[in-house]
T-cell receptor
Framework: GENVEQHPSTLSVQEGDSAVIKCTYS??????FPWYKQELGKRPQLIID?????GEKKDQRIAVTLNKTAKHFSLHITETQPEDSAVYFC???????????FGDGTTLTVKP | EAQVTQNPRYLITVTGKKLTVTCSQN?????MSWYRQDPGLGLRQIYY???????DKGDVPEGYKVSRKEKRNFPLILESPSPNQTSLYFC??????????????FGPGTRLTVL
């Protein structure tokens, strides 16, 4: 089955700096790669996603890049703010198959 | 308001006492799924359903059952709970159009403790 590895497990940055979280996946059939943000005590919420026919997607301060050949994708957050502090999860799935595999999460702390 | 609801939100029970966690969505989504979240392990998929009467195993199905008799409901059943099923459980749903799933929307979570 699919295996998703996420790094780093914790990340601490100064406000205004950039943060990068990386994930690798094992199943070349995976074609959908969402990123979720989970604040303490809350449910995961989608912040950005990318499909396998696209190499990069950007939404304001957040961007995701995908390298299908190397089987890895990354989340980039620029100009970080304290409210970006949360746990971030990547996931990989095959859109027609229903299975989703998540990474173990990255705890991001943005220091004011 | 479009939402996924779960009940109960918190539950403390004892080993072996059957329980059901309900999940309901009002977005007319075909796809629904159950996950458990444990510290340091991210979210692990238990079961998922692509449509009514269609269910399939995720990565950690042992000790759980599901049913999908109606489109809006996807209950998670623990026939004989054990302490290793103590966890935070999330239900999620998404559209399933033209054979592909889309963004998953998560419920608020159910914190289960099995003594």
């Amino acid at each position: 089955g699919e295996n998703v590895e996420q790094h780093p497990s914790t990340l601490s940055v100064q406000e205004g700096d950039s943060a990068v979280i990386k994930c690798t996946y094992s199943d070349s059939a995976s074609n959908y790669f969402p990123w979720y943000k989970q604040e303490l005590g809350k449910r995961p919420q989608l912040i950005i996603d990318i499909r396998s026919n696209v190499g990069e997607k950007k939404d304001q301060r957040i961007a995701v890049t995908l390298n299908k050949t190397a089987k890895h994708f990354s989340l980039h957050i620029t100009e970080t703010q304290p409210e970006d502090s949360a746990v971030y999860f990547c996931a990989a799935s095959i859109r027609h198959a229903g299975k989703s595999t998540f990474g173990d999460g990255t705890t991001l702390t943005v220091k004011p | 308001e479009a939402q996924v609801t779960q009940n109960p939100r918190y539950l403390i029970t004892v080993t072996g006492k059957k329980l059901t966690v309900t999940c309901s969505q009002n977005m007319n989504h075909e796809y629904m799924s159950w996950y458990r979240q444990d510290p340091g392990l991210g979210l692990r998929q238990i079961y998922y359903s692509m449509n009514v009467e269609v269910t399939d195993k995720g990565d950690v199905p042992e000790g759980y059952k599901v049913s999908r008799k109606e489109k809006r409901n996807f209950p998670l059943i623990l026939e004989s709970p054990s302490p290793n099923q103590t966890s935070l459980y999330f239900c999620a749903s998404s559209l399933y159009l033209q054979g592909v799933t889309d963004t998953q929307y998560f419920g608020p979570g159910t914190r289960l403790t099995v003594l």
